[in-house]
């Protein structure tokens, strides 16, 4: 995990249990606000364009490096997000459950059951 991306808000003596927490979760959130739209991004270049000017600095660089062309999968956003955290595979796998789980309306090819 990436600490400087994540944030310099906790103090010092944040557990280890507290930093991965907190990236799973800002790791979700960032998921979450690229895929809404039903991860139209990968097709849509006005989604792309109010993703691009996201406030996030994190949004902003995955969907840069999203490919286009096709509407964004929560595995592909998991893993760009993931990658962008340097998450481990299990945080990966969780930030992807549980974006399938938080999203209105499920992202095409949703694959939360393949393993």
Same mark, same amino acid.
């Given at each position: 995990?990436?600490?400087?991306?994540?944030? &310099?808000?906790?103090?010092?003596?944040a557990?280890?249990?507290?930093?991965?927490?907190l #990236?799973?979760?800002?790791?979700?959130?960032?998921?979450?606000?690229?895929?809404?739209?039903?991860?139209?991004?990968?097709?849509?270049?006005?989604?792309v364009?109010?993703?691009?000017?996201?406030?996030?600095?994190?949004? %902003?660089h995955?969907?840069?490096?999203?490919?286009?062309?096709?509407?964004?999968?929560?595995?592909?956003?998991?893993?760009?997000?993931?990658?962008?955290?340097?998450?481990?595979?299990?945080?990966?796998?969780?930030?992807? &459950? %549980?974006?399938? %789980?938080?999203?209105?309306?499920? #992202?095409?090819?949703?694959?939360?059951?393949?393993?």
């Open positions: 995990m990436n600490r400087a991306k994540i944030g &310099h808000e906790l103090p010092p003596y557990t280890a249990e507290t930093w991965d927490s #990236a799973r979760d800002l790791a979700t959130a960032v998921a979450v606000e690229i895929l809404q739209g039903a991860g139209d991004g990968g097709d849509d270049w006005f989604q364009d109010r993703l691009r000017a996201s406030s996030s600095p994190a949004v %902003r995955v969907v840069n490096n999203l490919e286009r062309g096709r509407a964004w999968s929560v595995r592909s956003v998991a893993q760009a997000v993931g990658a962008y955290f340097e998450l481990d595979r299990a945080a990966v796998e969780a930030v992807r &459950h %549980r974006v399938g %789980r938080m999203l209105p309306s499920p #992202a095409p090819d949703r694959d939360l059951l393949v393993s």
